[in-house]
């Protein structure tokens, strides 16, 4: 709770002034679906094109973050909503700072994922769901994870151990078993154009 004596200061420049010297808006690309759906790999090519035509982007994803703030949050239910609690309050200050911010979390419940969409304007969240079958995730298993979740040697491991809540209504879906990571970038790309969040 915010202490009563701790009063909010209203800055004189906007979200919007900073982002328009950029010549793009400011938002969060939020990558979810399960381990190995292609979240990172995606969300890395993405920002790469958006650096190369000149945008300002910043990129969280899921493994780094619990390397440095939040290296003290474990797997949980109760740990996985403090963790995505914490990403999408400095997901805000990034998107206040006037910069494209792509996340890459597997953010598998959609109350944590709404409560991000709540902390900031409606359009500034774009749910990007990574939708791929689970028999193929665990094909690919590029870290060995299901491996090791199939012999119970992970415990509350997504879409094994613990739930995997499908986004309802999510901005985007890119069907990552179906489209080549640049058809995948490419889509959300669209996307930002047709909203005027970046210029075509
Ligand atoms: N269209 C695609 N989009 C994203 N990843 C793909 C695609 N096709 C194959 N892959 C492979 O799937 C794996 C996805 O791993 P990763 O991006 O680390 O997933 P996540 O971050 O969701 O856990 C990588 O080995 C990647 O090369
Ligand atoms: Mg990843």
Redesign the pocket.
């Known amino acids: 709770m915010a202490e009563k004596n701790v009063v909010w200061h209203a800055h004189k420049l906007t979200r919007q002034e900073r982002a328009a010297i950029k010549g793009h808006q400011s938002c969060i690309i939020w990558f979810t679906?399960?381990?190995?759906?292609?979240?990172?790999?995606?969300a890395n090519e993405l920002e790469y094109a958006l650096n190369k035509k000149g945008m300002h982007t910043y990129i969280r994803?899921?493994d780094n973050i619990r390397h440095g703030l939040n290296k003290n949050i474990g797997f949980s239910a109760e740990d996985r909503k403090e963790n995505i609690r914490r990403i999408g309050e400095v997901a805000k200050l990034f998107v206040d700072a006037g910069v494209l911010v792509i996340t890459?979390f597997?953010s598998p419940f959609k109350e944590d994922r709404d409560t991000v969409r709540g902390l900031v304007n409606a359009g500034e969240f774009i749910e990007v769901y990574?939708k791929c079958p689970i028999s193929v995730c665990a094909e690919?298993d590029?870290?060995g994870l299901y491996k090791k979740a199939m012999a119970g040697e992970i415990k509350e491991f997504t879409g094994i151990s613990q739930p995997y809540e499908e986004p309802v209504n999510p901005e985007l879906v890119?069907e990552?078993?179906k489209?080549?990571?640049e058809?995948?970038v490419d889509k959300v790309l669209a996307y930002l154009k047709s909203k005027d969040i970046i210029k075509g």
């Open positions: 679906g399960l381990s190995a759906s292609g979240k990172s790999t995606v994803d899921g890459a597997i990574a690919r590029p870290k890119v990552t078993d489209l080549s990571v058809e995948c």
